[in-house]
């Protein structure tokens, strides 16, 4: 029996076993499962194949192909549903006929050169890639006050190598913002928090990341999952436990610090500081502020060093003082150890960590992110 479940936000649709999709408030598909292949569209505009853990980048012919494939399997549902006995259940918060069939209709209006159009739409809305976002942020709407990296040099990251850290002027903030807004459409229904880019909104001056806060609120709203970002310690300003508090009461509840390893000498040859207790009072005064911290640690480096490596990232993890709201990230760099290697060493930190810290532990695949419509 086919069924569509209906929200403010989305529209899934499963047609027969083998076909699937998903199309937001606008109209436009964000994933689409056909037999045994699964496909998913960025809100940049690039269209993938899952494969394995990982994604086939589609070119953009084989992008038109399939954005005519997926019109034509829509076309198909519309004739089919003109039959007063449409086979069709429908249910969710607005699991109407009449709601299927407008938004049905809608998406119907997305050809192939309408979604190559969402591409240049992005880019005038984002002035830079979306390159990152923490796996609990994946569906965050994300704001950019700030482009690139204040430290481009770190030797395991290839994000931001070319891109120098420019804070965003008011008024083009503003517009970043309206376009973001023109960009999403009715969909920013379906976003439940905010993420504050590119790699470390912290990085601001306080005064301008509070105002930053008090845009984002006036225009948005309070979001049910918050505020987030991504803080650089090394590259920020150092504030004080009543900074802090005055970012929570701005709205900021949650911060990722990309610790890596709680070894110095492994830090400074990633030319990342040595200094870690800077990093810990970081987390302290945050956590003091009732502000929700997210810890990086990277697996598969120091290969000479992984048991050293491996016991000073449990010690400064513990030291942090982490509890069950808070979170740890494991992430592995392919290609530093064997498959099977990497996978015993994911497993190795996740028991030694599990020991020292409350936290919550989970992977973080760096290099599959893709911020998906």
């Known amino acids: 029996m086919s069924n569509a479940r209906i929200t403010a936000h989305n529209l899934k649709l499963k047609w027969s076993e083998g076909q699937i999709i998903r199309l937001d408030a606008e109209g436009r598909w964000g994933s689409f499962r056909d037999e045994d292949h699964f496909y998913r569209r960025t809100m940049a505009g690039e269209v993938v194949l899952r494969q394995g853990r990982g994604y086939i980048d589609y070119s953009p012919e084989q992008a038109e192909a399939l954005h005519q494939k997926i019109l034509q399997f829509l076309e198909d549902v519309d004739k089919a549903a003109e039959n007063p006995s449409f086979p069709m259940t429908f249910y969710g918060e607005q699991g109407e006929k009449s709601v299927f069939m407008e938004r049905l209709h809608k998406a119907l209006q997305w050809s192939p050169a309408k979604y190559a159009e969402e591409m240049t739409r992005f880019y005038e809305a984002y002035p830079e890639a979306i390159e990152i976002l923490p796996p609990d942020r994946y569906q965050d709407l994300v704001l950019l006050p700030v482009l690139g990296c204040p430290n481009n040099q770190c030797t395991f990251c290839a994000f931001y190598q070319d891109q120098q850290f420019q804070i965003l002027h008011q008024d083009a903030f503003a ?92 830090r400074k040859s990633f030319n990342k500081s040595e200094n870690i207790v800077r990093l810990i009072k970081a987390v302290h005064d945050q956590k003091s502020a009732g502000i929700r911290c997210a810890i990086t640690v990277l697996i598969g480096v120091g290969a000479q060093k992984i048991d050293i490596h491996r016991t000073a990232t449990s010690h400064v993890i513990q030291a942090m003082e982490l509890d069950k709201q808070d979170l740890i990230y494991l992430s592995p760099l392919e290609g530093t150890m064997a498959v099977a290697e990497l996978d015993a060493e994911m497993e190795l930190f996740q028991q030694t960590l599990s020991t020292v810290t409350a936290a919550q532990i989970s992977p973080y695949l760096i290099d599959k992110f893709r911020y998906f419509a």
């Open 175 to 266: 517009k970043h913002i309206e376009r973001v807004i023109a960009l999403f459409g009715k969909a920013l229904a379906g976003k439940k928090g905010l993420f504050l880019g590119a790699a470390s909104a912290l990085s601001m001056p306080q005064k301008k990341l509070v105002e930053c806060l008090q845009i984002v609120n006036g225009t948005f709203g309070k979001f049910p999952h918050g505020i987030a970002t991504f803080h650089d310690v090394d590259h920020a300003p150092v504030r004080k436990p009543e900074d802090y508090a005055v970012l929570a009461d701005a709205g900021l509840e949650h911060v990722t610090i990309g610790l890596e390893t709680g070894d110095p000498e492994l």
